[in-house]
């Protein structure tokens, strides 16, 4: 297969790039009083202005592009709940860079030439299915292109082929797995890896992955603007996720300042791609939520790894002065057993202050009086993790909405 060099690109070549080939950032720069030449080594990418979404959606459709339109290969687009998606360009270089990176990703999962790749993340101008169906041709596996939805197929393809790797929203494996658990033969499966990202999750939903769909879960970490899938994956050692630094360049800086923050504290992420063609982006303020790793991975890998993403900053809800990211009440719910671990969020407005209520499900049907009896349990587990009492509402076995892809789980009531 066509293979490109990984990168190569220094700090300085990408800026003085973006200088010369890319108006709307060499204007940002102009603007902060950087230049080329102020930057030396990569010690010096704190000078640098960031880039945002805004920016993104400001020069719609392509106003971000560093090359002649005439180069383009792909267009992919985010998945923008209101207005304009943000959109995405990738050259020819870009796409098999992509392809490597997500190969590599995949290598490090413990994936390899011999896998069955089952990819059940929606193929579309969502970066979810083309980018994990080139990385896994990559690693020369074979791959099922199945996208999203259609489950019974899924479960039907997935047991004559054979998969022995599904990727998908995590969301989208509990559902599979709830169909998997049901099921009277699971032997009949051949899985023994997930592949899950795209949204955030916890430990605790991959206790549940685990044990319903039989597999080892990991984390894979990604976002259109930066590339796709393939910015970061967890190893079976399962302790952060490891990042590409020849691709990469990670920082994590407190998001009311932008200031920088040290190794190990929590603030929110920020990349710059090194060796992209059409759209590389620098400081690009991902929204996400995380920190950086100290120590070596029990791997023996070396490079940068961060924490799994807690949440985006846009996501957090501040309820009566307390924050809490939708991840943390399924942390909560994920410690009663008796719950099925689907879940909504609903958020409403009194007084000028957001009420939460957490609507979740009991994972078998229950009396009257046992039903009550969990929702107390449950409103006491999330009273104790996140420091603040909010309404608990339980809804029988199957009630509430499954998800194919990314759950939408934050719901805005009146
Ligand atoms: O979600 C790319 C992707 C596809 C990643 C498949 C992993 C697997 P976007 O649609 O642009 O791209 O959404 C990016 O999703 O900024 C995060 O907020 C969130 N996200 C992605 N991966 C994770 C993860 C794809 N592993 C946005 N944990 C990002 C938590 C994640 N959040």
Redesign the pocket.
């Known amino acids: 297969m066509y293979r490109v060099e990984t990168s190569g690109e220094s700090l300085q070549g990408l800026v003085r790039r973006m200088w010369e080939k890319a108006p709307a950032y060499r204007a940002k720069m102009e603007e902060t009083g950087v230049f080329p030449d102020d930057i030396k080594d990569p010690g010096d990418l704190s000078l640098l202005p960031f880039t945002t979404k805004d920016d993104l959606r400001d020069g719609y459709p392509l106003g971000m592009l560093a090359c002649d339109p005439k180069d383009l290969m792909r267009i992919h687009a ?2 923008g709940t209101t207005g304009k998606p ?1 959109v995405v360009a990738y050259t020819k270089r870009d796409l098999i860079l992509w392809s490597q990176a997500m190969g590599d990703c995949l290598r490090i999962a413990g994936v390899g030439a011999e896998d069955i790749v089952q990819v059940a ?1 929606g193929y579309g101008l ?3 299915g083309l ?2 169906h080139y990385g896994a041709e990559d690693l020369e596996a074979t791959v099922i292109p199945a996208s999203g939805g259609f489950s019974e197929r899924q479960l039907m393809l997935m047991e004559d082929l054979g998969s022995t790797v599904l ?1 998908c ?1 995590p969301s989208y494996g509990l559902k599979l797995g709830e169909m998997i658990r049901a099921m009277d033969d699971r032997d009949r499966l051949n899985l023994r890896v997930g ?7 916890s430990e605790e939903m991959r206790i549940r992955l685990e044990d319903d769909l039989g597999i080892t879960a990991l ?7 930066v590339m ?5 994956i967890e190893c079976p050692a399962q302790s952060g ?1 490891h990042i590409d630094d020849r691709l990469f360049l990670a920082e994590v800086i407190d998001p009311d300042t932008g200031r920088q923050l040290p190794e190990g504290e929590e603030g929110e992420l920020v990349i710059t791609t090194l060796g992209k063609e059409a759209m590389p982006v620098v400081r690009y303020r ?3 939520i995380t920190r950086v790793l100290p120590g070596t991975c029990g791997c023996g890998r070396k490079g940068t790894r961060i924490e ?2 807690r ?2 900053t846009d996501d957090m809800l501040i309820i009566r002065g307390v924050n809490v990211f939708p991840s943390q009440v399924e942390v909560a719910l994920g410690r009663v057993e008796e719950l099925s671990m689907h879940y909504m969020l609903e958020v409403s407005e009194r007084g000028g202050m957001n009420e939460l209520t957490v609507v979740s499900e009991a994972a078998e049907p229950l009396s009257g009086e046992a039903m009550a009896q969990l929702t107390r349990k449950t409103s006491h587990q999330l009273l104790s993790l996140l420091g603040v009492r909010v309404g608990c509402r339980l809804e029988r076995p199957g009630t509430l909405e499954r998800w194919d892809g ?1 759950a939408k789980r934050v719901r805005r009531v009146a």
Do not use: M
Request: proline share 5%.
């Open positions: 985010s998945s943000t993340y969502f970066t979810g980018g994990l990727a929203t592949i899950f990202g795209a949204e955030p999750w984390d894979i970490y990604g976002l259109s603007e796709g899938p393939g910015v970061g996720l991902t929204r996400d799994r993403i949440g985006r990314k």
